[in-house]
């Protein structure tokens, strides 16, 4: 609320309390030159040229530090301002190159702005400049120290927005200059190359290589992790030529990761891309047209009974694909064996929670993260896996809150964790239990919101008895100091927030993992408020969205159980036909159906099983055990390869449609560029086969219209609409049309109505390290790619960061092997083998080896084990037991 009055320039400004002069003259459309200010960042003063005048204020104080007061008089620009600013510019143009026009920053300088302002029109001072250093090293930008104004707005952006701190200003006067560490280059510092100090940059000492100038921007959503970041996608000549962070969204407030920022246009213009369906004949692809590849699918999948038909959809598709996928399967095939790949990584976030709270997401919000007194991380390598939630939550740390650290590696968010619990991996419950009895037994829980709000609590605690501190060190391999001291840092929060991933889910137990967690926070009392919750990161862009449509093999949109009589007829009254009452399967129980010739048909979207799937050799024979196996997709990936007809999909940037991020925030994704040759969006691809079935339903002539059924089915998006999207994002539930979203679930009572804490027992993992295979391997990401670097690695610059895998092992068991960094290595399991080269590193503890399945050339789910959760079938990628052996040895 405008509660300050002051005069600018006779002109009188509104203000709220606690704006800066600079702040207030810009808000009314007042121009004060200045170079240092950045809305994002702390004030600084540093450039001295937002100097003002204020009455009965002695000198010139910097309007960007100075506080608005009621009845201030401000004058912007007095003969005596503009004279010192008439200085400070033409000593800065002393040093400065004066190639404006060609300059690439020429007309967005900033420089150029204030030198207009002040009317200079040629170089006073002789230029006393000697040549400085280039840094071409990073891929993506160039750091050109020769038109530098030393504005700190880089460094300062690189401390106060990532918290990475990889540059800084170095030396003193003449030889003050950005540098790293050292003043190495860029590429040997710490750099993660996200690019927010170039965007930052107010000339061009920092510039984004071979930069064109778009001719418009598109608004859409990032397609890679579940964080949602809103971004606008630069055009020309229909290609993407810019990308730059959306500052109005909330989620990432204009912040991009590197692969957000640089890893999109190099996928999305690949010439690798599908352009025209595909037909094997003989075995070899040959191009064929739409209609003949139809009529081959109508013929083929019309022969199947229905029980031998599954449909596996995407993540990474809009919610609008994965809708009309679901939808397919049920009235069209007549199955509910659809499943997505949830299955691998979420699937027991969406049935742990939906058990303890009735709800299987996210309970806050991102922007929550700054209000808990203490995060708790566990299972989350959050700085890589979703970079600028990582900032977030340093930049939390960095104003005071209390930060605990759970993960068996030395990741990057443990340089900045108060308490860093180094488990073993598989050992989560035996933790978790421990630190609540801890809680417990110091009577350091919250009676009152369990008695008002859960039940099952006296059952729960008896179960505690089997966790005293004896057994969950021996088991954790924590010492019990750091145990007892986390469960008084959390239970001490108030509030306390836990952030947990793929960590906790991707085990043998992984439901049970997040049911642990749920009874910590409702012991607590951290449900239902800002700064607390349980909080699953999602992994994909649209992992969240895809369950939440239903592309699941027991529930409807919605999570309405496929199962009720009731929900059954709900769904015939608007979708027609006669819907199953009996669930599906799985993609495990598919890939087991197909291995024993009861599953002959699959249809697949946007899925690359052969390198995703764990035990991939179990995978590969399900696949070319199947008599019909389509496969859409935007490039011909390796399970591409083995399809009989392969339909070509067109990216997220040239289709409109909604992706549903990590905190629950449906947000539009917006058509940009067109699609290549006749590759078509995904939704249309499966609408276009259902009507040559003879199936009705399925005219939708846009996605809006998608959108629109989704609402009509589906209560949580029932106020969600491309109208109201086009305002911004809208968190679910949104149950009607004047419904503003839900930022923050359970806040007064629970959505099954009572919280359930749920009595657990603790389970080793299935395959631990033993005499033949005695190193625990675990899988996770790496920051410079996604997954089965389907998208990544198809951007040079991603690539030179990592070219391949590498094997992450400790200097010990190194040494114990005869293995050197960068040495050949052969990691072996029962159940196959892969080459890799090794990084020699402490991030890993003795015994415990680290992959990703980022590179075909390294199949690393050729090791993993095919042991999955019982209830929701997630395979344990986390941990299996493989034996290194040195090439050649």
């Known amino acids: 609320m405008d509660d300050i009055k002051l005069d600018i320039d006779g002109q009188e400004v509104c203000a709220r309390s606690g704006m800066t002069v600079l702040e207030a003259a810009l808000e009314a459309g007042i121009y004060i030159p200045t170079l240092c200010y950045d809305p ?500 994909q862009n649209n992992v969240q969205g895809a369950c939440d449509m239903g592309a699941l093999p027991n529930v409807y949109p919605g999570y309405q159980a496929v199962t009720s009589p009731e929900v059954k007829d709900k769904f015939e009254a608007i979708w027609g036909g006669n819907l199953s009452l009996e669930k599906g399967m799985t993609i495990p129980e598919m890939f087991d159906a197909a291995c024993n010739g009861k599953l002959k048909a699959l249809y697949l979207i946007g899925e690359n099983s052969v390198l995703s799937e764990p035990n991939i050799n179990h995978v590969r024979k399900a696949f070319t055990s199947t008599d019909f196996l389509i496969v859409q997709d935007i490039f011909l990936t390796e399970t591409a390869e083995l399809a009989d007809i392969v339909l070509p999909a067109a990216s997220f940037a040239e289709q409109d449609g909604t992706f549903t991020s990590t905190e629950r925030r449906v947000q539009r994704v917006r058509k940009a560029v067109s699609a290549p040759g006749d590759a078509r969006a995904d939704w249309l691809i499966t609408c276009q086969i259902a009507r040559a079935m003879g199936a009705r339903g399925f005219d939708f002539k846009n996605p809006s219209q998608i959108m629109d059924e989704i609402a009509r089915l589906t209560p949580s998006y029932g106020g969600i609409s491309y109208q109201r999207l086009e305002n911004g994002g809208l968190q679910w539930p949104c149950t009607d049309k004047d419904h503003t979203g839900t930022p923050i679930l359970h806040r007064n009572q629970f959505t099954r109505g009572k919280g359930r804490f749920i009595p657990l027992k603790y389970r080793p993992s299935e395959e631990l390290p033993d005499e033949d295979y005695p190193f625990l391997l675990t899988t996770g990401r790496r920051l410079f790619h996604y997954h089965t670097g389907t998208m990544t690695r198809k951007t040079d610059g991603l690539n030179v960061f990592m070219s391949e895998e590498r094997v992450q092992i400790n200097p010990q068991d190194a040494e114990a092997l005869g293995i050197c960094d960068n040495d050949s290595i052969r990691v072996i399991s029962r159940r196959g083998e892969v080459n890799a080269s090794t990084e020699v590193t402490t991030v890993v503890p003795v015994g415990v080896v680290y992959m990703t399945f980022h590179f075909a050339e390294t199949p690393t789910n050729i090791l993993t084990s095919h042991a999955v959760d019982p209830i929701t079938q997630t395979p344990e990628y986390k941990v299996c037991a493989v034996k290194i052996e040195k090439d050649g040895g």
């Not at 510039?207 to 397609?223: L, N, S, Y």
């Not at 993407?240 to 962070?245: C, E, L, M, P, T």
């Not at 996928?267 to 004949?281: A, C, D, H, Q």
């Not at 008002?452 to 059952?459: H, I, P, S, V």
């Open 40 to 539: 994002d960042l702390e004030p600084h003063g540093g450039c001295r040229l937002c100097i003002v005048e204020i009455k009965g204020v002695s000198g010139m104080p910097t309007a960007c530090t100075t506080k608005v007061a009621d009845g201030m008089m401000v004058k912007t620009s007095t003969a005596a301002v503009n004279k010192v600013r008439l200085d400070i510019v033409e000593l800065i143009l002393a040093d400065h190159p004066l190639d404006c026009l060609i300059c690439i920053k020429n007309q967005q300088c900033e420089l150029q702005k204030v030198v207009a302002y002040l009317g200079i029109t040629k170089r006073r001072l002789d230029r006393t400049a000697n040549e400085r250093i280039i840094d071409d090293s990073n891929p993506f930008f160039t750091l050109d120290r020769n038109y530098c104004v030393l504005c700190q707005r880089c460094t300062r952006t690189c401390d106060e927005i990532t918290c990475i701190n990889a540059i800084e200003i170095i030396n003193r006067g003449y030889e003050s200059h950005v540098g790293t560490f050292g003043d190495k280059t860029l590429m040997e510092s710490i750099c993660q190359s996200c690019g927010e100090c170039v965007m930052r940059c107010p000339v061009a000492a920092l510039t984004i290589k071979d930069a064109v100038q778009p001719t418009r921007e598109v608004e859409t959503t990032c397609p890679y992790c579940g964080v949602g970041c809103s971004m606008l996608l630069g055009v020309r000549d229909d290609k993407i030529v810019s990308i730059r962070g959306n500052r109005q969204n909330p989620a990432n407030k204009g912040q991009l990761c590197v692969k957000g920022r640089f890893g999109i246009a190099g996928f999305v213009g690949s010439p690798e891309r599908l352009k025209t369906p595909l037909i094997k004949k003989d075995g070899e692809f040959i191009e064929t047209s739409w209609d003949e590849a139809l009529k081959l699918m109508t013929d083929k999948l019309g022969g199947y009974h229905k029980d031998e038909i599954g449909v596996i959809s995407s993540a990474r598709c809009t919610n609008e694909d994965n809708y009309v996928a679901q939808k397919f399967c049920r009235v069209v095939l007549g199955t509910n064996n659809v499943d997505h790949c949830a299955r691998l990584c979420h699937a027991p976030t969406v049935a742990g929670l939906a058990q303890s709270f009735g709800s299987g997401a996210m309970t806050n919000s991102i922007g929550d993260i700054p209000e808990a007194e203490c995060i708790f991380a566990i299972g989350s390598n959050t700085t890589e896996a979703h970079p600028v939630i990582g900032f977030a939550v340093k930049r939390a740390v960095r104003r005071g809150t209390k930060l605990i650290v759970a993960d068996p590696r030395r990741i990057h968010l443990v340089r900045f964790a108060d308490i860093w619990l180094q488990h073993k991996p598989g050992t989560d419950i035996a933790l978790l239990m421990g630190m609540m009895k801890i809680i417990i037994d110091e009577n350091r829980y919250d009676p009152a919101f369990i008695e008002e709000r859960c039940e099952g609590f006296g059952t729960f605690k008896e179960t505690l008895s089997g966790f005293d501190m004896d057994f969950v060190e021996e088991t954790t391999g924590v010492p019990r100091e750091q145990i007892v001291a986390a469960a008084r840092m959390y239970a001490g929060g108030d509030p306390s927030a836990i952030l947990y991933t793929l960590g906790i889910t991707e085990h043998s137990h992984g439901t049970e993992n997040v049911m642990a967690l749920a009874n910590l926070a409702m012991l607590t009392g951290n449900i239902g408020k800002p700064g607390s919750g349980v909080n699953p990161l999602r992994g």
